[in-house]
């Protein structure tokens, strides 16, 4: 079994910052991308970040600037560094994984957690 554990979120005022982490535990013997996405309420799921193994990282137009994805590979975890949160920015953020549990290569999801932004 692989989980991934989400911790960071909470309620700050515009122009604050707020740091997300996610760690993976369990079966894991390959981490490929790990990255984060979020959804508003009515809206669809969407990407924020993703960060490979080897340190590529990609970034919605919306949150470029602002937003820092890194990874520790050693601990499994991998943080988003928010600053500069807008009101929009509120949703609930999923930390995602590609990973290999020696068995096959899998997405896992984290429970999500809650970011709100108020202005």
């Known amino acids: 079994q692989v989980q991934l554990v989400e911790s960071g979120g909470g309620l700050v005022q515009a122009g604050g910052s707020l740091r997300l982490s996610c760690t993976a535990s369990?079966?894991?013997?390959?981490?490929?991308?790990m990255g984060w996405y979020r959804q508003a309420p009515g809206q669809q799921r969407e990407l924020v970040s993703e960060?490979?193994?080897?340190?590529?990282?990609n970034y919605a137009a919306s949150v470029k600037g602002r937003f820092t994805i890194s990874r520790d590979n050693a601990k499994n975890t991998v943080y988003l560094q928010m600053n500069s949160l807008k009101p929009e920015d509120t949703a609930v953020y999923y930390c995602?994984?590609?990973?290999?549990?020696?068995?096959?290569?899998?997405?896992?999801w984290g429970q999500g957690t809650q970011v709100t932004v108020s202005s």
């Open positions: 995602n994984a590609e990973i290999n549990n020696y068995r096959v290569l899998s997405d896992y």
């Open positions: 369990g079966s894991i013997f390959r981490i490929n991308v």
């Open positions: 960060i490979t193994s080897g340190g590529t990282t």
